[in-house]
């Protein structure tokens, strides 16, 4: 049950360090781990070591904010901007689920592409369908992954066939399927409403309540797109930012993660670092959809904390390497447009957002530092050849931009493998 | 050596149009298209098919603008802006090609991994060394690919290592390898100054010379960056635009490639369009060196040619579907930071840049109309599962954001077998 990997372990300390060793061990006790070392300590010499060559090993990803539901369509409809693109290709998928012989199909498809990436941990919307949500969460538990799964509350400003009748009968829905879902052991619920406009003010007072009596982690979208933005201004006047909507109802907390953040001001800043609130940069899908680009710079200096999402179907690719290149070329060219003096994101930056930014959401996840859950990938990226010698931390930084020529070998979920 | 292909066919008609069509056939007869036929005509009956089942067949794609001796560091150093990125990454890089055996392991690879990919014609940047250069072509001519290279021409503002002596012996080496080049087949010698920064003007004079005496086409770099514009606007107060300084030596031409003009102006651009000069959009370089974003949609409806680039070691990869991916993300921020009414780019029009307009540098290629040349790609995306049936037409669009997830199984160029 416990044992060493070797190879060359690439292990995120800050924002500003990796530590990238060549042919370190990786020692893991009791499914968390007890460390990196160069020479492997005397106490562990007895435990089986698997040696992984000249392969790559980091911590396991974090996917901050990924829509399970919307994998069947991603990489296409990217001609539309948010309102119009959830009407035409977001909410008529989400419908299929409905039908849990499609919901069975499109997410055996999510899940084995999940487990075969570096992502060891989600945080997932399903749709409104208890029965489709329930059948996510099986095959997360079944594949070893470690999620979040949100059942979507929405009651208004959506397609009949997606719109629970009244607040009343949303709230009792949900925790009915909060209920079912105690059983399981690795995959848990997460209060999900949509957005503020797809939630009316009752639901949103009833998921606060929910929250609070089962302790309940929260994730909704915020500040996405000027048109949503206008359209919450509308819906809550009285508001003093759009976040203040999530905050007035209890569900703006220190385990709440808001996707997107584009366009978030000053005063929603303050609150979501006040807060605790993760937000969750999604750099694909932002410029896939024209939202614009978050000023992450701005919540990295508030100490807002920040990971990184896919945002799939958004975002076309569940793959979190892709993220942080995006997450990068987009903070450029966020400064050249708009000659901001926020300094570009750099790889140290982009790496812990992805590993350990975003795995805070689950506790001790997305480091190699003792007594961290013990989430690792196994990347064997031989196939990017190189006429010279690379050390291990420019391997790290051209996997970020070169991912799909590298090949996932192997995966850990808290001491488990899961893949490989 | 006429044959038939049947499959997934989906052909470039122009900016606006794509034929998409379930199980056609695709006919080559002496290395050209005869067409896309619904249903085989009498006439080529008798000819060998090979059916390729579900997989896609799309025209070969062009790639206007790549640096092969820069792809040992493709992925890595995109911390810096053009000038300073230069001096830090690509010109040692490149001051390596003075070793023959270093090169000829670095374009091994180069010319194996383009193979593979969907590309089958390419304008090629290789360093001023002459030996280097003739044996990246005679690995291109080995591999069937079809290819425009450039001896490197720079005589100032570079580091000795890579800087010709004067003028003269930078004309007198570059015209000997331009007849040394003669003995190839399918790759053809093409006039590189490297940017006016490092070409004198007695330099442009005699490349001017040269491209006329010897009727060849031109590759360089155009308004990229602001600060390398400052540059030289310094070093030629007079001209009216980066492009007139080409134009004054006769290097801006019907033949002539000029990669980025990001920041080409209405000047430029009038000029670009007068001399039938191809703008190579690299998006992903621009974006990954902080340059900004190209007017696309301004040049496209001036009627400028443009064509697309992976600008490798600026851009990562030299997919050309993740170039087509990026212009249109691309288009979709410049849109939204600036505020101009300039629609996003569309998939027709990335798709077209790709295969047609960069394919006319090359003649008659980047379509399967009938007279084209035969530069077939067979792509097999089964791995990119779907729960419900997609149309030929979306596979080709969710191929353009997820090529990674798909297998190139053959390749054609002018109606020869060159992978697969």
């Known amino acids: 049950m416990d044992f060493?990997?070797?190879?060359?372990?690439?292990?995120c300390i800050d924002k500003e360090r990796i530590d990238a060793r060549e042919r370190a061990y990786l020692v893991c006790v009791g499914g968390k781990s007890a460390g990196v070392f160069d020479t492997l300590p005397e106490r562990f010499a007895g435990l089986p070591c698997t040696d992984c060559g000249g392969s790559l090993i980091i911590p396991g990803l974090t996917d901050l904010h990924v829509h399970a539901s919307q994998y069947a369509f991603r990489g296409l409809g990217g001609d539309l901007q948010l309102l119009d693109w959830l009407n035409a290709n977001a909410f008529p998928e989400e419908a299929r689920f409905a039908d849990l012989g499609y919901a069975d199909a499109a997410y055996d498809i999510f899940v084995q592409d999940l487990l075969r990436s570096a992502?060891?941990?989600?945080?997932?919307?399903?749709?409104?369908?208890?029965?489709?949500?329930?059948?996510?969460?099986?095959?997360?538990?079944?594949?070893?992954?470690?999620?979040?799964?949100?059942?979507?509350?929405?009651?208004?400003?959506?397609p009949p066939s997606l719109c629970e009748s009244d607040a009343e009968t949303a709230a009792r829905d949900e925790e009915e399927w909060i209920i079912r879902s105690s059983d399981f052991k690795n995959v848990r619920p997460i209060i999900t409403p949509r957005f503020v406009p797809a939630c009316s003010d009752a639901l949103m007072r009833r998921l606060g309540g929910l929250r609070e009596k089962y302790s309940l982690p929260v994730q909704s979208h915020l500040s996405e797109n000027l048109g949503e933005i206008e359209l919450v201004r509308s819906l809550a006047p009285d508001a003093e930012c759009y976040g203040a909507v999530y905050d007035k109802y209890g569900l703006f907390t220190g385990s709440t993660v808001m996707a997107h953040c584009v366009h978030s001001g000053a005063a929603e800043t303050e609150l979501m670092r006040s807060r605790g609130v993760f937000a969750a940069h999604c750099p694909e899908c932002n410029a896939n959809i024209a939202s614009g680009v978050a000023p992450v710079r701005r919540f990295l200096n508030a100490g807002v904390r920040v990971g990184l999402g896919s945002d799939v179907a958004g975002g076309s690719t569940l793959c979190l390497f892709t993220a942080m290149a995006m997450a990068v070329r987009c903070s450029k060219l966020r400064a050249h447009f708009t000659g901001e003096a926020d300094a570009p994101l750099k790889t140290e930056e982009v790496f812990y957002m992805a590993a350990r930014g975003g795995g805070e959401m689950f506790g001790k996840v997305g480091s190699f530092e003792a007594g961290f859950d013990f989430d690792a990938v196994v990347i064997d990226d031989a196939a990017l050849r190189s006429p010279r010698p690379l050390t291990v931390r420019e391997r790290l930084e051209r996997l970020i931009y070169l991912a799909d020529g590298a090949r996932i070998k192997a995966k850990y979920v808290a001491g488990a493998k899961v893949f490989g």
């Open 4 to 11: 060493v990997l070797r190879g060359c372990v690439c292990d």
């Open 119 to 158: 992502t060891t941990r989600a945080c997932i919307f399903a749709t409104v369908h208890t029965p489709a949500t329930l059948r996510l969460m099986e095959k997360l538990e079944k594949a070893g992954l470690r999620a979040l799964v949100g059942r979507v509350s929405m009651d208004r400003g959506c």
